[in-house]
């Protein structure tokens, strides 16, 4: 089956039958493109696999204020579309193509997708995460418009007005807190009587006097009609409910990462994030976790690029590849020949 590009055309350059690529990345958000362009002008061949439009989750965000470079900030579209732009000049082709399985285990990874298998001496894994939804009515289409999932990237729109914050863990913990320097009041509403995030943040939002607790609360309804108006929480134990003024909402409440590939091949943390370090690399050799689908402290457009670049710099993995060349050469033969 041809692979079709975005625009309908079809894809040129489909590689053939039993080509082996030095990298494989699969996602193309800004951790998939950084670590596209750096594995190019390291002189590698490599693809990049996306089952959807270029820029993952920041592509949904209207404004990007925080990476750097784009003094009057940037539409996450657009920066998507010029991160796949700058990894085409190079030679790295984007194959709209999901990635259905993955066989990571020896030196030719094997990378099933809708238009066939793969082959790639090395695979990165750049799939990201989506944050939890409440799940509520209105949700989908208040997202960035008064519904947000990201302090770091949000939290300046709502400069000196009231905002509140859910969940009770350690990022809306961190989120509140940030919030409380920008924001004239946050009210943080947890389904508990306690927090659950670490006790080094409880101290500093006890003390800060325009953060006000809702403990043993839900959110049941984002009240809504010409934008958004504010929430009507649901106290867990009584069922009594009362209405909270606000100009936005930040919902903390967890990523679900976009690790079901690596499942039962790599090591994943509680939360089900890829357990790779600051070097990105997975307990299988060749094979690399980079931005939000690996463990890390902050999930951001600028850390995923941070991590894609570091890829190629694992010099060691890419001169054992040259080494196995010889190998691999012959299970290319054998693979287009369909003996393996
Ligand atoms: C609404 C919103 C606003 C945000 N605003 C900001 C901001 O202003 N500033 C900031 O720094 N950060 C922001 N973030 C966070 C930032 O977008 C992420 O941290 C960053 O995009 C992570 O990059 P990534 O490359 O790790 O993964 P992602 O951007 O999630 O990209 C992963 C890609 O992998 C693809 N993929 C997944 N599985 C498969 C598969 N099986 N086959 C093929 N493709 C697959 C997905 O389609 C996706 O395109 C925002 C996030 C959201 C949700």
């Not at 863990?169 to 009210?187: F, H, I, M, P, Q």
């Not at 984002?222 to 958004?228: D, P, Q, S, T, V």
């Not at 009362?242 to 590939?261: E, M």
Request: net charge negative.
């Amino acid at each position: 089956m041809p692979v079709i590009n975005e625009n309908g055309t079809p894809q040129e350059s489909a590689a053939p039958q039993g080509h082996i690529y030095d990298m494989i990345i699969v996602g193309g958000g800004p951790g998939g493109y950084t670590a596209a362009l750096y594995a190019a002008r390291a002189g590698l061949d490599a693809v990049v696999l996306e089952r959807m439009a270029a820029g993952g989750q920041m592509a949904l965000t209207e404004q990007v204020d925080n990476y750097p470079g784009f003094d009057e900030g940037v539409d996450g579209f657009t920066l998507g579309e010029k991160m796949r732009r700058g990894a085409e000049r190079f030679g790295v082709p984007t194959r709209m193509e999901e990635v259905t399985s993955l066989a990571l285990a020896g030196p030719v990874k094997r990378v099933e997708t809708g238009g066939g298998p793969l082959l790639g001496r090395t695979v990165v894994l750049s799939t990201g995460a989506t944050p939890r939804k409440l799940e509520l009515p209105g949700e989908e289409e208040l997202a960035g418009q008064g519904v947000h999932y990201c302090a770091a990237c949000d939290g300046m729109f709502y400069r000196g007005k009231t905002v509140a914050v859910v969940g009770g863990g350690n990022s809306a913990a961190a989120d509140a807190l940030l919030l409380s320097r920008v924001c004239a009041k946050v009210y943080l509403i947890h389904r508990r009587d306690s927090l659950r995030a670490e006790r080094a943040y409880h101290a500093p939002l006890m003390a800060a006097d325009n953060v006000e607790f809702c403990w043993n609360s839900v959110v049941a309804e984002l009240i809504h009609g010409e934008g958004f108006q504010g929430l009507r929480l649901r106290d867990v134990n009584t069922g009594a409910e009362r209405t909270v003024d606000c100009a936005g909402v930040f919902v903390s409440i967890g990523r679900k990462p976009a690790s079901g590939l690596a499942e039962g091949q790599l090591a994943l943390d509680r939360s089900g994030y890829i357990t790779a370090d600051e070097s990105t690399r997975t307990e299988i050799p060749g094979v690399y976790a980079v931005g939000d689908v690996r463990t890390k402290a902050l999930r951001q457009i600028v850390t995923a690029a941070a991590d894609g670049a570091v890829v190629s710099g694992g010099e060691p993995e890419f001169e054992a590849c040259e080494r196995t060349a010889g190998s691999l050469r012959e299970f290319a033969e054998k693979f287009a020949e369909g003996t393996v």
